[in-house]
Structures are given as C-alpha cells and as structure tokens.
C-alpha cells in the first residue's frame, strides 16, 4: 500500500491525536493490512518477524472497538484480553495500549508473575477495559476466583511461538475455553509451528491471514556476522570488541541463566556498565534493569531468551549472540532487538565448534549464509584472561573436603 497514513484506515480522532503526539505518521505494512479489517471485526492471524509493528496493529483496533460499544466491565472481569509469553512483553504492551488509547479513559491492568498478587486483585476488584497478561498467574488467579474471563469480547494471542517454546500452550488453550464463543480474535506469530497452526484453527474463526515477509526472514537492514572462537576465548573477544566507540547499546544473548551471570559479573570487574536479565531475577530486578538499559546508565544488557522478543528499546546498536541458540527460530529473535523502526543494526555470533551444528540450523533458517568475522584480539590478551581465570578458581586446600572426593572401592564378598 502507498501513501497510506493512519488516518485513511479508519481510525478515530482520539487515537490519531494519540498518534499524531507519539510522532507515528505512517503505518507499518503489518498495520496497514491488520487494521481496517480488525476494525469490522474479523478475526486475523498475523505472521511477522518482531519488530514490524504488531502492537499497533491489533491494539489500535481494539481501543477503537471498545470505544464503539462502551459497556461497563463486569466485577473482576475484562472486555479484552491480551496474552503475552513474558512479563516484560505484557509490561511494554501495556505501556503502548495506554499511550494509544490515553484519550479514551479506559481502566487498564497487567497481571503477570514475580510480584505479588495483591495490588493485580485489587486492580481487578471493579473490573477493568483491557487486561494484558501472562498465562501462568492469570490462570491462579482465575482459580482463586480473582478475576472472571467470561466478559472478554476480544482476544489477543501475541508472540504465540514464543508461547509454545516457553510451554504455555496448554495454559493459552484452558484460557481460550474459559472465553465466551462469540468474540473476535487475533493471533500473531513470527513463526508458525505446527502447533501454533493447530492453536490458530482452534481459536480463529475464519481469519484473515497477513504475512507481511517469511516468517524465518531476518531485518535486511541487520549486518549478521559470526566469528569462530573456543568456549574459553569468548568473555575476553567480548570484553575486546566493547571497546569499540560505535558499540552504544549492546544486549548480549546467553543459552543459560548461570552463564548470563558470569559474563555480566566479568564485564563489571572489566569496568563496563553492565546488568544481566533472566528468569531467576525478581520483577523488580528485571525492571530496573531494562531501565537503566533504556535510560543509557547499563550500556550492556546480558540477557538469556527471555528478553528476546521483551526488550522494546529504541538505538540498540549491536546483538551480541555469546552462545549461539539450540533452536534457530531463536536466533531470529534475539537479532531483531536491533535494526528496529526503520534503523539499522549489528549481529555477531561467537560460535565454538560444539555451535557449528547449530549455526548450519540458523543459515539452514534465514536462508543464507551468515559472513565469517576475524577478530584482532592478540594471542596475548587471550592468554592474560585465560590465565586471570584459572587464578580466580578456587583450590582445594581443605583437606576434609579433599578427602570426601575419594571413594574406597568397594569390599569383596568374604
């Protein structure tokens, strides 16, 4: 579509004020196609590689709909429902439905895990507009007879991969059965496995379908690069590379919570401005955090999968893949942290040669093969660091301890 602005899709005036205030002029392809028919009320299945826009595409119709037939939300109950995989996805969305329908007066609420319940019950007590959530505490809360669901009248399932990677398809579908059978619903996907296309047939009814680019395609505008290095070479070539000036904004990707620790303890010691974001954090943790991320006091981020579709930052520079992902849709993710509203961005992959399989999944995916990067770190500086390792690991001086290591071996019958 060209010369499409927000106006010509049929939007009303509050939210184009909204707009018109956030600077957002021209609809992204996602929001061009989703918007006017999500506004007759059909349902749609949406496939798009994160970062396009996805937000805006379902949640502007959504205000819009609400504010067409304003009723009063049921006691503890919701008129529309979003389901998000992670807390920091419900947390962004929330933030965008507010900004966009901040005109409108409608009551808003998040529910998510790793804070207490209270203040969400409370939040819910007299019932509210929109209700963004994650499925695991909503359905506690629905089974402590907290919150109703039968009042929804739209459904939102976003990053609904990302729900079946993190195991929360079964949770999404007792969710879906609790929903009243007339209503409109929208999932959206960057990919779609089968049973993501199995959870669409099941909710949907006779969507509209908007693929706006392969679901496996990465942002062309993501300079992708790996570098071939061993598992033990990788925290000083990291420490290396962040003494570049471009390196602005950095999110480095981990497989592993224990390891995420590790590499943002290091880059500390180092004297770089670094936090580390996972599940093992509190919410409070993970909030501050991603705030001092957005704020520029943390330059480096060190997250593990968890962030990677949660993390709405604007002027990441560079993804940094410390240890390449066992799932290639993974990859695909991470990356498009960078590259985001019209911007271009950076990927490196370290890859030792126990990732070399998985990186033959990722190029297998994103249908090319990703440039090989030679570093310039010296010999030396891998040396020091290895040594400054070893030095750091603690001996075993204790002799007790020492001993209970040993295991006599066992007696002979007599």
């Known amino acids: 579509m060209t010369n499409t602005t927000f106006s010509s899709l049929g939007l009303c005036e509050p939210l184009l004020r909204a707009l018109a205030s956030e600077h957002y002029t021209t609809p992204t392809p996602i929001q061009a196609r989703a918007v006017p028919p999500l506004l007759t009320g059909q349902d749609l299945l949406g496939i798009a590689q994160t970062g396009t826009g996805k937000t805006a595409a379902f949640g502007l119709p959504l205000l819009q709909r609400l504010a067409e037939h304003r009723t009063r939300a049921e006691h503890r109950g919701a008129?529309?429902?979003?389901?998000?995989?992670?807390?920091?996805?419900?947390?962004q969305i929330d933030i965008s439905l507010k900004t966009y329908g901040r005109h409108l007066g409608f009551k808003h609420a998040v529910i998510l895990g790793g804070v207490n319940q209270n203040p969400q019950i409370a939040a819910m007590k007299p019932g509210v507009d929109v209700l963004v959530a994650t499925p695991g505490r909503l359905l506690d809360l629905v089974q402590q007879r907290h919150v109703r669901l039968d009042g929804v009248t739209m459904l939102v399932v976003d990053e609904a991969d990302r729900m079946l990677d993190m195991g929360f398809i079964?949770?999404?579908?007792?969710?879906?059965?609790?929903?009243?059978?007339?209503?409109?619903?929208?999932?959206?996907?960057?990919?779609?496995?089968?049973?993501?296309?199995?959870?669409?047939?099941?909710?949907?009814?006779?969507?509209?379908?908007?693929?706006?680019?392969?679901?496996?395609?990465?942002?062309?505008?993501?300079?992708?690069?790996?570098?071939?290095?061993?598992?033990?070479?990788?925290?000083?070539?990291?420490?290396?590379?962040?003494?570049?000036?471009?390196?602005?904004?950095?999110?480095?990707?981990?497989?592993?919570?224990?390891?995420?620790?590790?590499?943002?303890?290091?880059?500390?010691?180092?004297?770089?401005?670094a936090d580390a974001i996972h599940g093992n954090k509190s919410q409070n943790a993970r909030q501050r955090a991603l705030a001092g991320f957005k704020s520029g006091a943390v330059r480096v981020l060190v997250a593990t999968d968890i962030a990677a579709r949660g993390v709405d930052v604007d002027d990441i520079t560079h993804v940094i893949n410390f240890e390449l992902p066992n799932e290639p849709e993974s990859y695909v993710h991470r990356i498009g942290r960078t590259a985001r509203a019209g911007s271009a961005g950076i990927a490196i992959s370290f890859c030792d040669p126990s990732e070399r399989v998985y990186l033959r999944d990722i190029e297998r995916l994103v249908r090319r093969q990703i440039c090989v990067m030679t570093h310039d770190l010296p010999a030396s500086g891998l040396a020091t660091a290895n040594t400054t390792e070893e030095r750091r690991r603690p001996r075993e001086r204790n002799y007790k301890k020492a001993r209970r290591r040993w295991r006599a071996p066992p007696r002979r019958a007599a």
Do not use: C, W
């Not at 008129?79 to 947390?91: G, K, S």
């Not at 680019?213 to 962040?242: C, F, G, M, N, Y």
């Not at 990707?253 to 401005?273: C, D, I, P, Q, W």
């Open 79 to 91: 008129r529309a429902l979003v389901l998000a995989p992670t807390r920091e996805l419900a947390l």
């Open 170 to 273: 079964k949770d999404v579908r007792h969710i879906v059965a609790l929903l009243p059978k007339t209503r409109q619903s929208m999932l959206f996907s960057a990919t779609m496995p089968n049973d993501v296309t199995k959870l669409a047939g099941d909710m949907l009814h006779q969507p509209l379908r908007v693929e706006v680019s392969p679901p496996t395609k990465t942002a062309d505008k993501i300079d992708q690069r790996v570098i071939h290095i061993e598992q033990k070479d990788k925290r000083a070539l990291l420490a290396h590379l962040l003494n570049a000036d471009d390196m602005k904004r950095v999110i480095v990707f981990t497989r592993t919570k224990h390891v995420a620790n590790r590499v943002s303890e290091h880059l500390s010691r180092s004297g770089y401005a």
